[in-house]
């Protein structure tokens, strides 16, 4: 949620913080906002998105002078989506402008505190009741900007990542971060601070993670120091991102959702690079390699994950019960915490995330963590909080993802989790060594099935206009497919706005079926190769009341698709990797939905990508 650029050294700012703020406006689109030091603060704000607050600038020329700025998109949590509740925030004096991505749980108290002591507030926000608490006790015991940030942040609880400069010292910039990401870019006598490494890979590659609790001060000579809020100097390791600026281009495509459903037969490929060959009959994830003899004697694997990654996170309960048959459990990260779960040492926790940052998630993993539990993450952004913060773990990667619903990190994720369960099912001896050969082969050969998917586009279009101004439509699976059919729902949701809801086939008669009418799509997952008279006795039923049934079948079907009114065929495949084939085909029918309706497909309403708050 929300996304901070900011910069200062000897370049124009503004060009900068602009160009930064529209790489990470898939964090937050509500409104948007910068401050430029120019001998005073230039502080221009607007609802909206970047390019609106561009054009305002451009309309009303005004000033866009100075070398120091910070600059800020926002996804609204207190106070409504408008220009005074944008940031940057003042502090009451002028001297202080804030950015801020998290919350501040006990604001209100604060607020108050500082109401009775004169302070004066214009907005809504958390935020703008930090930057006055800074102020308060800068001036209160004559501290330094930095000092006055840390002492601000001993008193408050909640989340945040934060950028401070102040008007009297032009110089510095002041960064601090808690549960939220921040990362520091040095250049060439020049500083940048960011939520992540899209807007400033442009102009250098060397960056710093912040973690927990770091206040860092940048200088406009390139030099920073980082202390914790207990005033200890801390030092933390320069990394180089392998990050090409192409990456964080459209290439030609239309939206950055295309693209990254496109790139799936290369990302997928990536995710398995170096880590299977079917040819020796090997597959091995280096995280899990040096824990492999305590992973392969856990008394039960729980995957905890919010969003698509829940549903990555259902399929691998089918994955690892049946290939590597230990006992695995799905939980809400949201729900986990909160509901007193009996976790042992025995236990192997798997977290999902594509950001690394979910605030629910990491909440979920310190406390895995605090019970004994081994804890292993699976991300797609290197240096991320959930990356360093679990015992072991494995990259996806998939490459920077802009769309805010996911695609190719779904299937990076399930890729992972395919080869970690043939990787313990191997380990535990649950799997012939033949069949554990048959399956490496047909995982190799994934991507090419997936490009035989992309190549159906057009008739997916076609599918995608006979259906797109429906109400409501239905998603049914089986086994394996079940969670497909809770993605496939969720995409449609996320980017078209059309209610759906995914449904294991066979409850379809425990409630779903009364909504059923002419009017109605039903997407139906008939991929399996078991339960398959099921799954067609089903889509009888739905036939039965007049349903549109959209069908996914595979290419050597010869009953479906004479049952459906539409039908879109995959390869075929052994059937734990199914998902990674028939989720494709969903993808480009709400995308496609999704365009015809005339929704933003990349940056969907009330949506961010990164869900950093609880």
């Known amino acids: 949620m ?56 451009q309309k009303t020329e005004s000033s866009t002078k100075g070398d120091l700025g910070i600059g800020h998109t926002r996804w609204a949590t207190h106070g409504v989506p408008n220009d005074v509740n944008a940031h940057p925030h003042y502090s009451g004096n002028g001297d202080l402008v804030l950015v801020h991505n998290g919350i501040i749980e006990n604001y209100d108290p604060l607020k108050k505190a500082l109401i009775e002591l004169g302070h004066v507030f214009t907005s809504d926000t958390d935020t703008e009741v930090l930057v006055h608490l800074i102020e308060e006790l800068q001036h209160k015991y004559k501290l330094s900007l930095v000092d006055a940030v840390k002492r601000a942040l001993e008193k408050v609880h909640g989340a945040y990542a934060i950028v401070v400069a102040d008007r009297k010292n032009p110089d510095i910039l002041v960064g601090a971060k808690k549960s939220s990401p921040l990362i520091f870019g040095l250049g060439e006598e020049e500083c940048f601070l960011a939520s992540d490494a899209s807007p400033i890979i442009k102009y250098t590659n060397k960056v710093i993670y912040l973690q927990d609790d770091d206040v860092i001060t940048v200088n406009r000579d390139g ?111 949201s729900e986990f915490r909160y509901r007193n779960p009996i976790i042992s040492e025995d236990d192997f926790i798997i977290a999902l995330s594509q950001s690394g940052e979910t605030a629910d998630t990491l909440a979920a993993i310190t406390l895995a963590k605090e019970r004994g539990a081994f804890v292993y993450g699976i991300v797609n952004v290197v240096g991320s909080t959930i990356a360093r913060q679990t015992n072991s773990g494995s990259y996806i990667h998939a490459g920077p993802e802009i769309g805010v619903a996911s695609t190719k990190a779904f299937t990076g994720q399930l890729t992972i989790l395919s080869l ?103 997407v139906v ?90």
């Open 420 to 522: 970690m369960a043939l990787y313990l099912g191997h380990e535990r001896g649950k799997i012939s060594e033949g069949h554990f050969r048959q399956l490496l082969a047909e995982l190799e050969i994934i991507p090419e099935k997936i490009n035989k998917i992309l190549a159906k586009n057009d008739q997916i279009k076609y599918i995608a206009s006979e259906i797109k101004n429906a109400s409501n439509a239905l998603y049914l699976g089986r086994g394996y497919n079940f969670p497909i059919a809770l993605e496939g729902a969720l995409k449609l949701k996320e980017i078209s706005y059309i209610h759906a809801e995914g449904y294991p086939a066979a409850e379809m008669k425990h409630g779903p079926i009364a909504l059923i009418d002419m009017y109605m799509p039903v």
């Open 2 to 57: 929300c996304g901070i650029v900011a910069y200062v050294g000897t370049r124009d700012a503004y060009p900068i913080l602009i160009e930064g703020l529209k790489k990470l406006e898939y964090r937050g689109y509500d409104s948007a906002g910068v401050a430029l030091l120019h001998g005073d603060f230039t502080v221009h704000k607007k609802k909206g998105k970047v390019h609106e607050l561009e054009n305002y600038i």
């Open 223 to 333: 030099s920073y120091e980082i202390h914790n809020i207990n005033e200890e100097t801390t030092s933390r390791e320069v990394q180089e991102l392998d990050l090409k600026l192409k990456e964080l281009e459209k290439d030609g495509y239309e939206h950055f959702m295309l693209k990254e459903i496109y790139q799936q037969p290369a990302t997928v490929k990536q995710s398995m690079s170096g880590r299977i060959n079917a040819e020796e009959g090997w597959a091995v994830l280096g995280g899990m390699q040096q824990h492999i003899k305590r992973l392969a004697n856990s008394k039960r694997i729980i995957l905890t994950a919010c969003g698509t990654s829940w549903n990555a996170a259902l399929i691998a309960e089918y994955l690892f019960e049946d290939l590597a048959r230990i006992p695995t459990e799905v939980e809400y990260a």
């Open 525 to 614: 997952i008939a991929t399996n190769k078991s339960a398959y008279e099921k799954i067609v006795s089903n889509i009888q039923e739905v036939k039965a009341r007049k349903g549109i049934v959209i069908a996914i079948i595979p290419e050597d079907d010869k009953i479906i698709r004479e049952m459906a009114d539409f039908f879109i065929e995959v390869p075929t495949t052994e059937e734990p990797f199914s998902p990674l084939l028939s989720v494709v085909p969903l993808q480009l029918l709400a995308y496609h939905i999704a365009v015809m309706r005339g929704c933003d497909v990349d940056q969907p309403r009330n949506l961010a990508k990164s869900v950093t708050v609880e």
